[in-house]
C-alpha cells in the first residue's frame, strides 16, 4: 500500500485527536503532575485554526485509506528583543503516528513533508519541543539530523 501525505479534512479530526491521544496518554504516564488523560486532546477549535491558513498546516500520513499519522505546523517569528535576530521558523506543534503503524518510515515521510512545507515558506528552521523522558521521540529526531538548541529545567517546590 501506497503513502500518501496531505493535508488534513475536517473529516479527520477524529482520527487525527486518537492518534495524538496515544502520545498524550504516553506524556500523562510519565509526567502525571504535567500531563492530563483527555479524550479530545486537539479541541476542534485549535484543529479548524490550521484549515486553509497560509501560515498554518495539519498533515496526515494515509494508508490503505487510513489516517496513521499527523504532523500539525505553524509558522512563528521570533521574539522582538534586540538581542535576537529577527527570523521566521516553522514549529512542529505534533508529530505523532499511530502506534499500529510505527517503525514503517511513516514519521520519517511526515518530517519531511514539514521540512518541505517549511522551506516553501521560507522559515529560516524547523522547531519543536521534546520531553526528556521520551527518548525514543530525541532519538528519531537526532536520526533526521535535529539538534538540542536549548533546554528547559525546573526545580519542583511542591514537597
Do not use: C
Amino acid at each position: 500500500m501506497d503513502l500518501i501525505i496531505r493535508r488534513a479534512r475536517s473529516e479527520d479530526y477524529e482520527a487525527v485527536n486518537a492518534i495524538i491521544r496515544f502520545g498524550q496518554e504516553e506524556h500523562a504516564a510519565a509526567l502525571p503532575e504535567r500531563f492530563a488523560r483527555l479524550d479530545r486532546v486537539v479541541a476542534m477549535g485549535w484543529y479548524r485554526s490550521f484549515s486553509d491558513q497560509q501560515n498554518k498546516v495539519i498533515l496526515v500520513a494515509e494508508k490503505g485509506g487510513q489516517v496513521v499519522g499527523v504532523a500539525m505546523l505553524e509558522l512563528k517569528k521570533s521574539p522582538a528583543y534586540e538581542a535576537l535576530i529577527p527570523r521566521i521558523y516553522a514549529y512542529l506543534n505534533e508529530l505523532a503516528v499511530s502506534p499500529d503503524a510505527q517503525r514503517q518510515g511513516i514519521g520519517r515521510a511526515l518530517y519531511m513533508a514539514s521540512v518541505d512545507w517549511a522551506r516553501q515558506r521560507s522559515a529560516a528552521s524547523l522547531e519543536l519541543n521534546v520531553w526528556e523522558f521520551n527518548e525514543r521521540a530525541i532519538a528519531f529526531y537526532q536520526s533526521l539530523g535535529m539538534t538540542t538548541l536549548n533546554r528547559t529545567m525546573t526545580n519542583d517546590l511542591t514537597y
